[in-house]
């Protein structure tokens, strides 16, 4: 059959538009299929978080204490797993590095904590170490019940997009002397730790995989010491080394706000402290071991302008340990951040019970990060609040 040049024109055209509508439609179909894939593991992924941690219900009166927690996370209500993007990635959440746009490092980052009952404690009774149970039981024994937090902490490192090693050191010391002025309520801990961690990104970054790697020594109290006896940290002190691994999950959905989910599992197997003793002191027994437990944290970021954006967060840590808690408030934590241009940061949040704020201000190589926040410090049942205040000075090349 001979078709005229005019009809064969016309065929060669509605061929040609029938092929680019189908191919148009199987693009759709496909871009559709993979929002839908995307969904499906976004949705698996929380309902598999949510139901990791079934376990019957027990008491536990102590204080929630993350292994680190920096100044932007206290801030922000103790939420931070689902907005971390700096070097505290390595503490925080090992798919945070996949969020790094910059190589860098820090060269020095002292934290300083304290409660705010710090300055009446001192004047009833001077001390000159906040760190030691026996140069701080005079001051205790004249305020008793009174609640005394100090904590310092640095994290040197290097990082860059997907990597990062750092130095952690830490000394911790919460207490308080009874009413009767019998024992001095003592938890202490010197850490020294070395971390390195990589992160994997998939699917142009919709999927981050991180995983890091930590050696840490450890000294530690833990116990109600009788003020008539040895307050001094070696007869008290458990102290050993371990190495431990965590690993994190960052799941962001392709669409307006970047929502995201983020899972992080700490110490997978467990991490003991009898793998190596007496490294910094010799003593007869060893820290308590590190169970495997797991944050979980859902987050959006809103796009106000150029050069303004917040963050929202909702998380919710340790979710084996809070399973079995008669009080699970205290897991729990909400965080909003205001960024400025990347120069000026408002936070504010809300740490299980109680609210928080703090406030940044960063150039091209430093920062000063101010927080304020309260902690849950008494038994379930029976709620205590102690507020407490965060200085950080960062520099960076």
Same mark, same amino acid.
């Given at each position: ?15 040609? *538009?029938?092929f680019h509508t189908r191919s148009a439609e199987r693009g759709r179909r496909s871009r559709q299929g993979w ?38 996370? !206290? ?37 300083? *904590? ?9 004047? =009833? ?14 001051? !205790?024994?004249? =305020? ?84 008539? /006896? ?74 106000? =302008? ?45 740490? /299980? ?22 902690? *849950?410090? /008494? ?19």
């Open positions: 059959m001979v078709l005229k040049s005019g009809t064969f024109l016309k065929l060669t055209q509605f061929r040609a *538009e029938r929002k839908m894939h995307y969904w499906k593991i976004f949705g698996f992924a929380t309902v598999a978080v949510i139901t990791l941690a079934e376990r019957p219900a027990w008491s536990q009166a102590d204080e929630v204490r993350p292994f680190y927690i920096g100044a932007r996370g !206290l801030g922000m209500g103790g939420a931070q797993i689902g907005v971390v993007d700096d070097e505290t990635a390595l503490a925080v959440n090992p798919a945070g590095l996949g969020r790094l746009r910059d190589v860098y490092g820090t060269l020095v980052d002292p934290e300083i *904590e304290g409660s705010i009952n710090w300055p009446g404690i001192y004047l =009833s009774q001077a001390f000159s170490n906040p760190f030691d149970p026996a140069a701080m039981e005079p001051s !205790l024994a004249a =305020s008793p019940g009174k609640p005394f937090h100090a904590k310092a902490q640095l994290f040197p490192s290097f990082v860059a997009r997907n990597f990062g090693i750092g130095i952690f050191g830490r000394y911790l010391f919460d207490g308080r002397v009874d009413a009767t002025g019998t024992n001095l309520q003592t938890y202490y801990q010197n850490d020294l730790a070395v971390l390195m961690g990589f992160n994997f990104r998939l699917w142009g970054g919709r999927i981050k995989l991180g995983i890091v790697g930590k050696a840490i020594s450890r000294i530690e109290i833990n116990k109600a010491i009788p003020v008539a /006896g040895a307050l001094d940290i070696p007869s008290n002190a458990s102290e050993g080394a371990g190495v431990g691994f965590d690993s994190g999950l960052t799941l962001t959905a392709p669409i307006v706000w970047l929502p995201s989910i983020s899972v992080v599992a700490r110490d997978i197997g467990g991490t003991r402290f009898d793998t190596i003793t007496g490294v910094r002191m010799t003593t007869a027994t060893q820290p308590a071991p590190l169970s495997q437990d797991y944050d979980v944290a859902l987050s959006v970021t809103p796009i106000h =302008s150029k050069n303004s954006r917040s963050v929202f967060t909702i998380e919710y840590d340790k979710l084996l340990e809070a399973q079995q808690a008669a009080d699970k408030v205290r897991y729990g934590h909400v965080g909003y951040e205001y960024n400025l241009a990347d120069v000026f940061f408002l936070r504010l949040g809300m740490n /299980g019970r109680y609210w928080t704020t703090g406030f940044e201000i960063a150039s091209e190589h430093t920062q000063i990060q101010l927080a304020y926040y309260g902690a *849950e410090i /008494g038994p379930a049942g029976a709620p205590e609040e102690d507020r407490r205040w965060v200085w950080k000075f960062v520099f960076r090349f």
